[in-house]
């Protein structure tokens, strides 16, 4: 795994495949240009550089243990994401990272493992989802509650389908609005907590998705029983650095490139309830 040392440090990858997953999301593969290793944990990120526009951090959606080709998943909504998303195979871009801290798999050992995903949140939930799986039998009950804006928007359908066939995962997909076919869930993500069959007392759940849509998840599992230290969310900020230097993504006491972007919510509660902090 990449330390401080040399977080700063920019490496060449280049793209080996790239796949458009939505109309506005995209996932990219990505192999050393040279020699080296690459590890990582789940929850981590990387800071991708096109060359002549600009750094942006995007989280690693791709199998911990078996992490190269690198991957990552991604909205394309600003500058840098709209040139990512132009790359082709071949090309070369900047690679920092990883940076932040993980989501807590090793600590859920022994314990059920609730994930609530809202929209472009699952890609950096897929790497934990991947530990889990391959070590099973080490852990208890085992749910996914996902939403997404309607069908069209679920990412990795193929993969949901597999994932749903298990006998020992719970996956509960829902849409905010139904198309032609769907024959699913409608409505918010946050109306599959009551129905998800975990115990609460010994559980851990780990949250992404919007701001709005992990508060009102947070108040569902508190209702259910959850203790705070057990509820964990990956926080979106305006991260430039990655390692806390520019204070742009700076979160009431702490930075989330650099403490988070994981956090339990007993340590990130107060601030998550206050604006522009």
Not at 37 to 43: L, R, V
Request: with cysteine.
């Amino acid at each position: 795994m990449a330390t401080n040392q040399d977080s700063m440090t920019m490496r060449p990858f280049r793209i080996r495949r790239t796949a458009q997953d939505t109309y506005d999301t995209f996932t990219m593969e990505l192999e050393p240009a040279g020699s080296g290793e690459f590890t990582f944990a789940p929850g981590q990120f990387n800071m991708l550089y096109v060359f002549g526009v600009g750094e942006v951090p995007i989280s690693i959606s791709g199998d911990p243990t078996d992490p190269l080709p690198l991957i990552h998943t991604t909205r394309a909504v600003g500058t840098v994401t709209k040139a990512l998303q132009k790359l082709k195979k071949g090309d070369v871009l900047g690679m920092r990272g990883p940076f932040g801290s993980a989501w807590p798999v090793e600590q859920a050992k022994g314990k059920d493992v609730v994930i609530v995903a809202g929209g472009i949140g699952l890609p950096p939930l897929r790497p934990a989802i991947y530990q889990i799986l391959a070590n099973r039998e080490e852990y208890g009950k085992f749910v996914l509650l996902y939403g997404a804006r309607t069908p069209d928007d679920l990412l990795f359908p193929k993969e949901l389908e597999q994932w749903r066939g298990r006998f020992d995962m719970d996956v509960t997909i829902t849409v905010d609005r139904a198309t032609d076919g769907w024959l699913g869930n409608v409505g918010v993500v946050t109306r599959l907590i009551p129905k998800a069959v975990f115990d609460p007392k010994n559980a851990v759940a780990m949250l992404v998705g919007p701001e709005i849509m992990m508060r009102f998840t947070i108040a569902d599992l508190q209702k259910a029983g959850m203790a705070d230290k057990d509820i964990y969310v990956s926080m979106e900020r305006n991260m430039k650095c990655g390692v806390g230097l520019c204070g742009h993504c700076q979160c009431g006491p702490s930075f989330v490139c650099k403490d988070g972007p994981v956090y339990s919510y007993e340590t990130i509660r107060d601030w998550m309830r206050k604006r522009e902090i």
